[in-house]
């Protein structure tokens, strides 16, 4: 048999869902056998990923599965969409956390916002976060014992509070105020909060082009340091940001991508005025839309950056400074 034989022509379509509004976003349990997908009515429907992915012995489009579970991210009556959806992990896996964002928000920070913990194995509500401002962000531990939660508040305010959802403990058990910005837009918006791989950092990204970083241990001293990108034109500012490791585990950094169209790298453990904090990883005439890391140990690409200008880099080489460079594979 000729090896053509074996080449599929192109994708082909499994599953057709109807959902009852716009989906918003898909998140993965952290085993992968669990979909969440967030809509725009505030609803968040479980599928299991084998319902979603399992072909048809006959080549056609299975009929479209019933999800497991469905929840409300807020009340309905509320008329918000779902905002942040995250899953937990280790002794939180079976268990699913959820903020709701208004659709318009008023521009005074007056709007409210539901922050809720759901059983997925059981389809129940377990409680209700005490926070309720509208939702801006939210992270989980990478031991599933801890969740930050970040909301907008009046006067621009951004509380930003630990939770101990392993304990599954309601109110929470630390709490800080946001820096204010010191951009020319008073304003701001936290686009992505996440854990150092050993749970003790929280990095928090901002629209106003900067980076935060917390010990959680010690939220009340506030950010242990402040990371900015260079003031580019109006934007999203700093839209995702991502932990690195060395080999041996020992020394961790932070990558985070902003509206000056750099991927730049940020050392914790080395002085802000340090003339190698935030090189330069990957460079482009747009803003960063969104950027992911690989393992090259693992045999991935190092660097996958798609920018505002509908440009698609792949960086799979790096120079004599440790630069990555493209792989001539832009797919604007």
């Known amino acids: 048999m000729e090896m053509s034989d074996f080449i599929i022509d192109g994708p082909w379509?499994?599953?057709s869902l109807t959902l009852g509004d716009a989906a918003q976003d898909l998140v993965y349990s952290s085993d992968g056998t669990n979909l969440a997908v967030s809509c725009r009515d505030g609803t968040v429907s479980i599928f299991k990923t084998m319902d979603?992915?399992?072909?048809?012995?006959?080549?056609?489009?299975?009929?479209?599965?019933?999800?497991?579970?469905?929840?409300?991210?807020?009340?309905?009556?509320?008329?918000?969409g779902a905002g942040t959806v995250?899953?937990?992990?280790?002794?939180?896996?079976?268990?699913?956390?959820?903020?709701?964002?208004?659709?318009d928000p008023d521009g005074e920070g007056k709007d409210k916002g539901s922050h809720l913990a759901h059983d997925v194995s059981r389809g129940t509500?377990?409680?209700?976060?005490?926070?309720?401002?509208?939702?801006?962000?939210?992270?989980?531990?990478?031991?599933?014992?801890?969740?930050?939660?970040?909301?907008?508040?009046?006067?621009?305010?951004?509380?930003?509070?630990?939770?101990?959802?392993?304990?599954?403990?309601?109110?929470s058990v630390a709490e800080v105020t946001l820096e204010p910005s010191v951009?020319?837009?008073?304003?701001?918006?936290?686009?992505?909060?996440t854990f150092s791989s050993e749970g003790r950092l929280l990095a928090v990204a901002r629209s106003d082009n900067a980076l935060h970083m917390y010990d959680v241990r010690a939220l009340e001293k506030g950010p242990l340091a402040v990371f900015k990108h260079d003031v580019g034109s109006a934007g999203y500012g700093v839209v995702q940001a991502s932990w690195v490791e060395g080999r041996d585990r020992r020394r961790v950094g932070i990558v985070s991508g902003g509206n000056d169209g750099c991927v730049r790298l940020w050392d914790p453990s080395i002085a802000l005025s340090d003339k190698s904090q935030g090189?330069?990883?990957?460079?482009?005439?747009?803003?960063?839309?969104?950027?992911?890391?690989?393992?090259m140990w693992a045999g991935e690409k190092p660097l996958v950056l798609g920018h505002c200008g509908g440009g698609l880099?792949?960086?799979?080489?790096?120079?004599?400074?440790?630069?990555?460079?493209?792989?001539?594979?832009?797919?604007g």
Not at 313 to 331: E, Q
């Open 13 to 15: 379509m499994l599953n």
């Open 183 to 193: 951009s020319q837009s008073a304003s701001f918006e936290v686009t992505k909060a």
């Open 279 to 295: 090189k330069v990883l990957a460079r482009t005439d747009f803003d960063v839309g969104y950027f992911a890391m690989g393992d």
């Open 125 to 171: 509500h377990l409680f209700r976060f005490d926070a309720d401002e509208s939702g801006d962000a939210a992270a989980i531990s990478p031991d599933g014992r801890s969740y930050a939660l970040i909301t907008c508040g009046e006067n621009n305010r951004h509380p930003l509070r630990l939770y101990d959802v392993a304990r599954k403990l309601r109110h």
């Open 52 to 80: 979603l992915f399992t072909s048809s012995p006959w080549g056609r489009t299975m009929p479209p599965p019933n999800p497991k579970a469905r929840f409300h991210a807020s009340p309905l009556s509320a008329g918000y």
């Open 313 to 331: 880099y792949v960086y799979d080489l790096l120079d004599g400074d440790g630069l990555a460079i493209a792989s001539n594979r832009d797919r």
């Open 86 to 103: 995250l899953w937990g992990c280790g002794p939180t896996e079976r268990h699913i956390y959820t903020s709701s964002e208004p659709h």
